[in-house]
């Protein structure tokens, strides 16, 4: 289980999140909303350890994760994988979109990349042809795939989506969702959902947080 307890960031002198407690089990569909601007994505970069909280606890099955990003060790960082609203603003646009997916099996010297960047296009349905084009050559829903890819190289127990299908039309919305159900299936993968749409929370979610919500580990 991932737990965030009593996390507060501020961005200057502006509290973003006050004290806010959540946790998230192998296997569950977790949804978060709330309105915008309520420290949401803030949250979710909190728990994937890209953001240093003012206060507060990250846990993973009870021990606690100290720093972010790099300064995580790779086996503990590796067990958490993030998938962002923009492919376009997540993926770098001079890679081919092999290269993309290969991205964190470069950065942790993995021997068997060309097989496993198959591997993972196989997954989430990206053909051979596709792999060798640039995000410029692609669609939106193509590059999603792609860092869905990408976030799934470590095969992480914990996947982490902010708003990560709300810029695709329906049928790739659907099929996103779908590749994500069945690697989350196979593997156990605790998932959490940052969307503000409410049909697919319902058709999505095991259960729903709305951050106004959440409890304060003092509350
Ligand atoms: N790096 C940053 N520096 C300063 N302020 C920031 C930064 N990141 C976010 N904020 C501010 O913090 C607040 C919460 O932002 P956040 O993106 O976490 O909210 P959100 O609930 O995900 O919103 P939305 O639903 O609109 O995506 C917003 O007011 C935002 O402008």
Redesign the pocket.
């Known amino acids: 289980m991932i737990t965030a307890e009593g996390i507060t960031v501020a961005?200057g002198r502006r509290r973003?999140l006050d004290g806010v407690s959540l946790s998230l089990a192998r296997g569950e569909t977790v949804g978060l909303r709330?309105p915008?601007?309520?420290?949401?994505?803030?949250l979710l970069r909190v728990l994937a350890l890209l953001h240093r909280p003012a206060a507060g606890t990250v846990s993973i099955d009870g021990t606690a994760i100290t720093g972010t990003r790099y300064t995580v060790p790779a086996a503990v960082r590796t067990r958490i994988g993030v998938l962002f609203q923009s492919p376009r603003a997540a993926a770098d646009p001079r890679l081919s979109l092999a290269d993309i997916i290969a991205e964190p099996l470069r950065v942790a010297r993995r021997s068997d990349i060309s097989a496993r960047v198959a591997d993972l296009a196989d997954t989430v349905g990206l053909t051979a042809d596709l792999l060798s084009r640039r995000p410029h050559a692609v669609s939106d829903g193509q590059l999603q795939r792609a860092c869905l890819a990408r976030a799934f190289a470590h095969t992480p127990d914990y996947l982490l989506c902010d708003?990560a299908t709300t810029m695709l039309d329906a049928a790739t919305q659907a099929l996103i969702a779908t590749v994500i159900t069945d690697y989350q299936q196979r593997h156990n993968a605790g998932v959490l959902i940052v969307t503000?749409d409410p049909a697919l929370m319902t058709r999505w979610a095991d259960r729903t947080l709305d951050l106004a919500d959440l409890p304060a580990t003092a509350r």
């Open positions: 961005y973003v709330g915008s601007g309520a420290g949401k994505s803030t708003e503000h």
